[in-house]
Nanobody
Framework: QFQLVESGGDLVQPGGSLRLACAASGIALDDYAIGWFRQAPGKERERVSCISSTSIGITYSDSVKGRFTVSRDNAKNTAYLQMNSLKPEDSAVYYC?????????????????????WGQGTQVTVSS
């Protein structure tokens, strides 16, 4: 059974860092694009970042660009989201998701696919 399990969420002070992990089981992750999303209470789910199966294609939302870094280690079947300079508004449940859709580009920019397999989420709280 294909599963994604997020880990690494925690309570951290503003300005701090966290690294989230998304571990896959039941599939070879190198066939899948990975997306990171977050949802805060009372807010819509927001896409944070996407990374293609080969790591060639990467996107970030404007709200995290320059602070977050997405990566993956296909040998470990795991993707990561390094979050630096955290702000209280980054507090949310963070989810990873996977898609087997082939990568596409629009004028050179990687286009995030639709995701169809989701993890259960991990809580990130940024507060002093």
């Amino acid at each position: 059974q294909f599963q994604l399990v997020e880990s690494g969420g925690d309570l951290v002070q503003p300005g701090g860092s966290l690294r989230l992990a998304c571990a896959a089981s039941g599939i070879a992750l190198d066939d899948y694009a990975i997306g990171w999303f977050r949802q805060a209470p009372g807010k819509e789910r927001e896409r944070v970042s996407c990374i293609s199966s080969t790591s060639i294609g990467i996107t970030y939302s404007d709200s995290v660009k320059g602070r977050f870094t997405v990566s993956r280690d296909n040998a470990k079947n795991t993707a990561y989201l390094q979050m630096n300079s955290l702000k209280p508004e980054d507090s949310a449940v963070y989810y990873c998701a996977a898609s087997s859709t082939l990568p596409s580009y629009d004028r050179g920019d990687y286009v995030c696919p639709d995701f169809d397999v989701w993890g259960q989420g991990t809580q990130v709280t940024v507060s002093s």
